[in-house]
Every structure is written in structure tokens, then in C-alpha cells.
């Protein structure tokens, strides 16, 4: 066979917005839904064909980079509107009776877990030690009593927080994030060393909170990544095959 | 604060992109024609897992 029916994520069953990429569309199953298109199966097989290629750096115009941008486009797109749960990149499912297999095997852990990221975006932050000379941070005029008194809240003084060097900074900054973030995970990046480098499945109205504090630290150069549909959490391993039920 | 942070086109926001789409998400097993796993880019290394059920 030449085509698959590549599936991108798990959502919610809905009706698909207008402006949703072409092909796209949802099998559902007792208020779930997959979020499918077909597709011609050469351009994956192909990717396994010259693995040496891969020692460079990605390209935009990489086989590989292209078919993942189009998966993170249509993740994204259905992520405007619904809670997903992406499935990983090239995942090909034979026919939409494997479809709903998958819906039906994995509802209950599928529904639950889509309740939990509801309302959030995950981003990504890394950090390092900012670069020599860096000025301190200036007054933050124009902020409200309110405003400042939050901004405040942290019981370490700013006189104190930049006597910290950059790996205490780093520590403090993962911490306050964290109060922000329903959920972390740490990013395992072996190239560079940054002092911090993880991922926060944060509420969206927590979103202000969780970015003010990334600009607090002159200690550190921050770099924020985001927003991202969740999929550094899920831990789902899934199967679409035929399962006998209790 | 901008509402949205723009993911450029950089080396360096292709690996965060490739990281989450090829090294996260739900894995599928069963009756799955392809699935590509184990691509390591941390490293840059890649290794592809082809599971091939049926011709393709």
C-alpha cells in the first residue's frame, strides 16, 4: 500500500475549525477524537534511507525538519481550539478501524489526561549565566502599587538576589516557575550545559506570573521557548490494536 | 509581555521543535505501519526505527 492514515494527536471530539490545515480531519469515538490526514507513506520510509546524512545541523529543507513542521502545524492548529494529546511524529495507522481501536482502547487514561493539561501551554525555559558587565536591573516605573507589591512577593530582596551568583540564580528561578507551572519536566540537553533547561505545563492565566519572573534575574540570560502544545507530557504509551475487555 | 513567543527558524529552534515531535508525544504500538523512534538529537545522531507491518 502507498498511503497510511497518519494520526497527530488526540483531542476532544469537535467540529474542526475552518481554518484547519487541509486533510485534516477527526475520527471520533465516544466523545474523543484522532486527529487524522492521509498521507503518502514514500516520504517517511524515505527517511530511513540515508541516516549518515543526518551528522549536520537541521535545515528548514530537511526531509525530516519539513514533515515535522507540518506535524507541529496541524498539532498546533487543533490546539487552538482543544486540549491535545500529540502522538509522536510518524506514527501511521493502517485504516480508520485502527483509529477507533486506539480511541476505544486507551479512553478512559486519554479523557483523563486531556482534563488535566486543559487550559495550559506548555514552554520551555533555558537559562545561563549571563554575560560579564551586565547592568542591574532598572526601577520598574510606571507599575501600580498592586502591581509591584506582586512583583515583590518574593521574600528574598532584589539587593540580596544579586549578590547570588548565576547557578543560585538558576536554582531560585526553576523554583518560582515552578510555582507557576501545574507541571515540570526537565530536558535532558547534553550538547550545552545550561544551569537550567526544562519544560512548564503552565495554566494560561498563570502565563503573566510565569514570565515575569523570567526576567528577573540579571544573573542569568534566560531563553524562552513557547508557546507549545503539551508534548513533553505525556506519558502515554498507546496501542490500536484489537484488546479484549474485562 | 508579547502574547506569543515566534519560534524562528533558527538551528536552535529546530532542534526544540524536533525534540518535542520526534522525541515526545504518545508512542503507538501495534497496528501501526511506520513508526520512526529513537531519534537522538541531542546529538545529532539520527537513528530511525522503521516498524513496518504489511507492504509498504
Known amino acids: ?246 | 509581555m508579547p502574547d506569543e513567543y515566534t519560534i524562528t527558524p533558527s538551528a536552535e529552534g529546530l532542534v526544540d521543535l524536533l525534540d518535542r515531535v520526534v522525541h515526545r508525544g504518545a508512542v503507538v504500538n501495534g497496528d501501526v505501519i511506520i513508526s520512526l523512534a529513537g531519534i537522538d538529537l541531542i546529538r545529532l545522531d539520527l537513528r530511525l526505527l522503521l516498524v513496518s507491518i504489511g507492504a509498504v
Open chain 1, 1 to 246: 500500500m502507498s498511503v497510511g492514515l497518519c494520526a497527530y494527536a488526540i483531542t476532544r471530539e469537535h467540529v474542526l475549525a475552518p481554518l484547519s490545515p487541509v486533510g485534516i480531519r477527526l475520527i471520533t469515538h465516544r466523545g474523543l477524537g484522532l486527529v487524522v490526514a492521509e498521507v503518502e507513506l514514500a516520504p517517511f520510509a524515505a527517511l530511513g534511507a540515508d541516516p549518515a546524512r543526518w551528522t549536520a545541523e537541521p535545515a528548514e529543507d530537511d526531509p525530516l525538519v519539513v514533515l515535522a513542521r507540518r506535524h507541529d502545524v496541524v498539532v498546533r492548529a487543533v490546539f487552538e481550539h482543544q486540549p491535545v494529546l500529540p502522538l509522536r511524529f510518524g506514527t501511521i495507522l493502517r485504516d480508520e478501524q485502527a483509529a477507533v481501536r486506539l480511541l476505544a482502547n486507551h479512553h478512559g487514561e486519554a479523557s483523563t489526561w486531556l482534563g488535566r493539561v486543559d487550559g495550559h501551554r506548555e514552554w520551555g525555559v533555558r537559562a545561563r549565566a549571563a554575560a560579564p558587565g551586565k547592568p542591574a536591573a532598572t526601577p520598574t516605573d510606571g507599575l501600580s502599587g498592586t502591581e509591584y507589591l506582586a512583583m515583590r512577593r518574593n521574600r528574598l530582596t532584589a539587593a540580596a538576589r544579586t549578590r547570588r551568583d548565576a547557578f543560585t540564580a538558576a536554582e531560585a528561578l526553576h523554583e518560582e516557575l515552578t510555582r507557576h507551572a501545574t507541571e515540570c519536566v526537565p530536558r535532558k540537553r547534553k550538547t550545552a550545559t545550561p544551569l537550567l533547561d526544562a519544560a512548564y505545563l503552565v495554566p494560561v492565566n498563570a502565563e503573566p506570573a510565569f514570565h515575569d519572573e523570567t526576567t528577573r534575574h540579571d544573573e542569568l540570560a534566560v531563553e524562552v521557548t513557547g508557546p507549545w502544545p503539551p508534548y513533553s507530557f505525556v506519558r502515554l504509551e498507546l496501542s490500536a490494536e484489537e484488546v479484549a475487555h474485562a
